[in-house]
Every structure is written in C-alpha cells, then in structure tokens.
C-alpha cells in the first residue's frame, strides 16, 4: 500500500524559507508522477507544483513561480519542495500526491495522498 509522509512544515515571516519532504514507501509502480497540493483557509485544495512520471519537473503554479522548487530524489522516493520568499498567501496545509497518471495526479483525483503538513507565514 502507498504511504505518503510529509514533513517540514512551520511558521516563518515573509520573505523566509521552508522546505518540505514527503517520503513514499510502498510504491510498487515503476514509473509515476508526484506533486504538492495546497489547500487555504476556506479553500478548496489546489495544485502547487508537480513531477512528471519522467521525474522532470512539469508544472508550477502562476504565484509560486520563481521561489519554489520541486524536486524528486527517487533512488531514497522522496519529493521535496523547496519555498522561498514566502508570502502571507502562501499558508497552508501542503498536501504530497502520487499516481501512475500525470492527469490524475495533477487534477487531483489520485487515491494517494499525505496528511498533510501546516505552513504558517506572518508579517
């Protein structure tokens, strides 16, 4: 069974950095694509940033481009993502998702996801 963990979420100022890991164990797929998701306050989950099932990195939201980069070191499956410049927009709950399907994961419809981890950013 897929199991995702992430980790490195905290409170920063504007302007700090964080970087967030999530670990996958059970991946039993030889190729897949993997992502972070955001979800806001009274907000529905959003896409952040995503690999493709090629490890390539294959997309950035509009308002995270330029300060945070997503990377994937498969030989230990882990996703990171690497935040910097950190705006007040920019909290919340950073969800890692995986699928063997670039669309899925991407539209969100994967069944693998993490628990989440919290970002905070103060002014």
């Known amino acids: 069974k897929v199991r995702l963990v992430e980790s490195g979420g905290g409170s920063v100022e504007t302007g700090g950095s964080l970087r967030l890991s999530c670990v996958a164990s059970?991946?039993?797929?030889?190729?897949?694509?993997m992502g972070w998701f955001r979800q806001r306050p009274g907000q529905e989950r959003e896409p952040v940033a995503g690999i493709g099932t090629t490890g390539l990195a294959a997309y950035y939201d509009g308002s995270v481009k330029g300060r945070f980069t997503i990377s994937h070191d498969k030989p230990n499956n882990t996703l990171y993502l690497q935040m910097n410049d950190l705006k007040l927009e920019d909290a919340g709950n950073y969800y890692c998702?995986?699928?063997?399907?670039?669309?899925?994961?991407?539209?969100?419809?994967?069944?693998?996801w993490g628990q989440g981890t919290q970002v905070t950013v103060s002014s």
């Open positions: 998702v995986l699928d063997r399907s670039y669309w899925s994961m991407r539209r969100g419809t994967s069944e693998h």
């Open positions: 059970g991946v039993t797929y030889d190729t897949y694509a």
